[in-house]
């Protein structure tokens, strides 16, 4: 497997995986991911962008991950911060990178490869804070769970409906930089 840093049009061209990976690891119907697929396809012109990817050696794309600043008119920006006081609107979203998606293919999934996606994509990200959006779940039994607790991730918001979705998600963060952690590192050929 090889970690690499993706352009915009890097995830442009390869935007039929992209979507395939999305939807096997969400298991999310068809219809969905086609209105998936347009929204992804303007995230990349969004103000720092920055995207990771995973590929085998024979090229398949086996997880990304990508996330660009979080700014006002943004429809998840916009749904955030209407939720938050204005003290966490100062220190969350200030100057703040959005992470969006990360997804491994099920097959590929428990090898490292998300919290190697993770870190790659949080070194590479402009901004004092990070934020991102998860189901609502066991924080035990839940690997992407165990994965934003591992990379310090705290509670900003819990049990919060997005309008349109009826499962209830919570709103992770934490502050930028991330301290070196050798737990997911992967061999120097391989790094971002
Ligand atoms: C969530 C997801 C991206 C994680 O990727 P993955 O490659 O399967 O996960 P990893 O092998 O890196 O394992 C996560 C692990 O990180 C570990 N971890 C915690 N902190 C860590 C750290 N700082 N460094 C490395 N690993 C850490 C966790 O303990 C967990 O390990 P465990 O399963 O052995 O307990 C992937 O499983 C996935 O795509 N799931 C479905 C879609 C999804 O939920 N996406 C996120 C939605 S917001």
């Given at each position: 497997m090889r970690l690499v840093p993706w352009q915009p049009d890097d995830l442009v061209r390869r935007l039929p995986d992209v979507v395939a990976v999305y939807g096997e690891a969400m298991g999310y119907r068809k219809e969905l991911l086609e209105t998936r697929r347009g929204y992804i396809a303007a995230h990349v012109?969004?103000?720092g962008f920055r995207a990771v990817a995973t590929l085998t050696t024979?090229?398949?794309?086996?997880g990304f991950g990508y996330g660009y600043t979080s700014a006002g008119g943004q429809w998840w920006h916009d749904q955030v911060r209407s939720a938050l006081s204005d003290a966490e609107r100062r220190t969350w979203l200030t100057d703040c990178f959005e992470v969006v998606e990360l997804h491994v293919r099920p097959a590929a999934q428990g090898h490292r490869i998300g919290s190697r996606q993770l870190r790659a994509l949080l070194a590479m990200a402009a901004g004092s804070t990070c934020l991102l959006s998860t189901p609502e779940a066991d924080e035990k039994t839940s690997r992407a769970w165990r994965l934003y607790r591992g990379f310090g991730f705290i509670d900003v918001l819990r049990d919060f409906h997005f309008p349109g979705d009826e499962r209830a998600f919570a709103v992770l963060g934490r502050e930028l930089p991330l301290a070196a952690d050798r737990r997911d590192a992967a061999p120097a050929a391989e790094r971002a």
């Open positions: 012109r969004r103000p024979d090229g398949q794309l086996a």
